[in-house]
């Protein structure tokens, strides 16, 4: 891996401020219909305000109507050097919608994102890569993105050539890879250069069994190099096992945010799961008895 910089004269924060986003959806939308019913499930569906900030690009003549997906509403967060925040939720709460808010993919329509450091956003492997160059290419392309020099360059394209194993492939367009060699190269390149803030969906760890071992170990390192985490997840044990603090999304609103076993623990309980003994043996007498109720 590329060695990492002295953070420490430029401490991390993020913080979020009554953050506010929209998706205004067009009559014949790309978008999956399980998002769609859930959004209306959930009530967040509505119709579009003529005129309004949030109306996004240019109306389609063609369509009929058009909606507005409310799918965060007064986001407040403030994070500092050393807080691992996971975000959980159901299906449509908004956890991706945040993530990629965090990310920059994303323009609120209102309130205000404030980030210091380094970021990195491991959302998808094939994120930002040209299928058309090859993957030495692509490497180098990254490296130029975040302005490494010659020699971080080098060590860059060693770190990520021996991480991804593609042999040959390395100097064949992207194009002609296997699934699997896209997600290595991916992987590789995406976890090579330590940020300050990291931000990780849970899609990001998914792969074959083999590569997870070696992957494990080159991502964990990436979390322990980061002064921040933000990673969204529907596995209560992975949030367990990374996070010291849970932000429960619902609904796009703030439903809980406190240390990881509460917030979890209040998460479990609510949605009908079970507490592991360990937890059940801590949890809240009181709380326990209301969900028992
Ligand atoms: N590209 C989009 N266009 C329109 N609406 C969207 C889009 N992406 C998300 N939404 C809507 O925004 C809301 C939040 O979705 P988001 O994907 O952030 O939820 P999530 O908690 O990550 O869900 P999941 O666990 O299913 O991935 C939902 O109501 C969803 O329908």
Same mark, same amino acid.
């Given at each position: ?6 953070? #420490?004269? $430029? ?6 401020? *009554? ?17 769609? &019913?859930?959004? %209306? ?10 005129? !309004? ?18 799918? =965060?509403?007064?986001? *407040?967060?403030? =994070? ?7 975000? +959980?939720?159901? *299906?449509?709460?908004?956890?991706? !919608? ?16 404030? %980030?210091?450091?380094?970021?990195? #956003? ?19 392309? $990254?490296?130029?993105?975040? #302005?490494?020099?010659? %020699?971080? &360059? ?5 770190? +990520? ?16 890879? !296997? ?14 250069? #330590? ?7 849970? /899609? ?16 964990? !390192? %990436? ?18 096992? /990374?996070?010291?603090?849970? =932000? ?15 917030? =979890? ?29």
């Amino acid at each position: 891996m590329t060695p990492e910089p002295d953070f #420490a004269a $430029r401490p991390a924060f993020l913080r979020i401020e *009554n953050l506010a986003l929209d998706f205004p959806i067009y009559h014949g939308g790309a978008r999956s219909l399980k998002k769609t &019913m859930l959004s %209306v499930a959930s009530g967040r569906l509505g119709p579009a305000r003529a005129g !309004s900030a949030s109306s996004g690009p240019a109306a389609n003549p063609a369509a009929t109507s058009r909606v507005v997906v409310q799918a =965060l509403r007064d986001i *407040n967060l403030s =994070l500092g050097p050393g807080d691992r925040l996971g975000i +959980v939720g159901h *299906n449509g709460a908004g956890k991706s !919608s945040l993530l990629r808010v965090m990310a920059g993919i994303y323009e609120p329509v209102a309130g205000r994102i404030h %980030v210091n450091g380094t970021l990195n #956003a491991l959302l998808d492997p094939n994120l930002g890569m040209n299928m058309e160059l090859t993957g030495r290419e692509n490497i180098v392309l $990254r490296g130029r993105y975040s #302005a490494l020099g010659s %020699v971080a &360059m080098r060590q860059l394209e060693q770190d +990520v050539e021996d991480f991804a194993a593609l042999g040959a492939f390395l100097d064949m367009p992207v194009r002609t890879y !296997s699934a699997g060699m896209v997600v290595r190269l991916g992987f590789g390149m995406a976890t090579a250069i #330590a940020p300050q803030v990291l931000l990780m969906d849970e /899609w990001f760890m998914a792969g074959d069994s083999t590569f997870q071992g070696k992957a494990r170990a080159r991502l964990e !390192s %990436v979390v322990r190099g980061a002064e921040i985490l933000v990673l969204t997840s529907h596995s209560i044990p992975v949030v367990r096992q /990374w996070c010291t603090r849970v =932000l429960w999304l619902e609904g796009g609103r703030m439903r809980a945010d406190g240390p990881a076993d509460e917030v =979890l623990d209040q998460y479990t309980l609510a949605t009908g799961g079970k507490l592991p003994p360990e937890r059940l043996a801590a949890a809240d007498p009181e709380l326990l008895a209301k969900l028992a109720g």
